[in-house]
């Protein structure tokens, strides 16, 4: 079986399952999950496949929506480029092609990505942020070296303890400036992309620039 997807959804994919994927350990099935229906039925139909939309956690505060799809060939593509099952606390670098490196990372946003506004209560300027977490230190240092070659743009990691207080989550925080440059080259023009978060990175471009420059943009 071959799936009908490549090029630029193929790597929004990859980066779509290493951050919001699962690899089963039978080494053909895969796994994604979103809280989002009507993005899970647009993954659906880019990627041609007939399989049901499964439900989890149903009629709780934390339901969700799975599509699972086996296709040997396809697994062994995501091993043969860096991605485990079991993959959360283990996860390192991936073999990204540097021209697709911005469709991969759109897809890590979609996953475990955060674009947020707020109102810096001292001057009452529209503030926005970009923040990718991952519970593994490797993977995150992998992404954050990546985004400042590509990007040239400089974001620090630091530990959250407050979403899950047993096991260490790295968070790769940028500011607006960055979030600006960041976003601007990965949510471009009908690129396959979670709606929530599209809209977001829309609203932070068209949002208020404020400083010419930033220390956290690399010449």
């Known amino acids: 079986k071959e799936l009908n997807i490549e090029g630029a959804n193929l790597w929004y994919l990859v980066g779509l399952i290493t951050t919001d994927g699962c690899l089963s ?7 994604i999950t979103s809280k989002d229906y009507e993005f899970v039925r647009a993954l659906k139909d880019s990627l041609g496949l007939i399989n049901k939309i499964g439900v989890k956690n149903k009629c709780k505060v934390n339901e969700a929506y799975y599509l699972e799809f ?13 991605l485990t099952p079991r993959k959360s606390l283990i996860q390192d670098r991936v073999d990204v092609p540097n021209e697709m490196f911005f469709d991969f990372l759109r897809g890590v946003i979609d996953g475990d990505g955060s674009i947020k506004r707020w109102i810096h209560p001292s001057n009452k300027k529209e503030q926005w942020s970009l923040s990718i977490f991952s519970a593994s230190s490797p993977f995150i240092k992998w992404l954050q070296s990546n985004i400042e070659d590509l990007f040239r743009v400089k974001g620090p990691i630091h530990r959250d303890i407050r979403k899950r207080p047993r096991v260490d989550l790295f968070v790769l ?20 992309s979670l709606e929530r978060k599209a809209k977001l990175a829309k609203d932070c471009l068209d949002s ?12």
Do not use: P
């Open 25 to 31: 350990s039978d080494g053909r099935h895969i796994n």
């Open 173 to 192: 925080k940028y500011g607006k400036i960055a979030a600006k440059i960041i976003l601007n080259k990965c949510y471009y023009k009908n690129s396959l």
């Open 208 to 219: 208020y620039r404020g400083w010419d420059k930033s220390m956290t943009v690399l010449n």
């Open 70 to 82: 086996s296709n040997r060939n396809f697994y062994e593509f995501l091993l043969s480029i860096g």
